[in-house]
């Protein structure tokens, strides 16, 4: 009996050791799973002439507004190191959103982050998903990204702060795991 369990947990262990094996290469190929942490600032202009999301469709004869289900936007905003609009930029936030609940709680977010500034230049991060626009802090999954964070797959939170009329800044914590 006790032999049996031992030739049975040899066994385990030599197949535990050709998957450590197995996943150390694999792995090999793409470097090591990593996970990243940073906070970025949207500099958000809602309305106005320098409006920075502005409605591209809706249902005809209703008004075009974030609450009013079936309206689309494209957003192309400014992404800062800091709250205020005069921190250095890092990206740009591009992308479109389409109010999708009936009860205009909810947008589907499609959004890139454009990476400009020294650290990341040239990357993109890709979120994506429902956005409980009236919820604070609400969160929406990264789904990937390109460059320094390709195969990068976690969360954003989101946090907005209307600052006048016409400028809400939305505070993004990004957690990701990527190679
Ligand atoms: C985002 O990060 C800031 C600064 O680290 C922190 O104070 C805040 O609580 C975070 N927000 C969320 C929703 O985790």
Known sequence: MTKAVLICSTRLSLLLSLLAIFMTLSHAKLGTLRETSFTVFFQNRPSGPKATSVAIAGIPGQDWTYGKYGTAFAT???????????????????????????????????LSIV?????????????????????????????????????????ATFESFRVSKSHVVSRCNVTIQHY
């Open 115 to 155: 990476f400009t500034g020294k650290e990341y230049k040239g990357s993109t991060l890709q979120i994506q998903g429902a956005d409980h626009q009236y919820e604070n802090p609400r969160e929406v999954a990264v789904v990937g990204g390109t460059g320094q964070f390709r195969s990068a797959r976690g969360y």
């Open 76 to 110: 192309d905003a400014a992404m800062t190191e800091g709250f205020d609009r005069k921190t250095a930029e890092i990206g740009r936030g591009q992308g479109m959103f389409l109010t999708s609940a009936q009860d205009g709680t909810s947008l589907t977010l499609l």
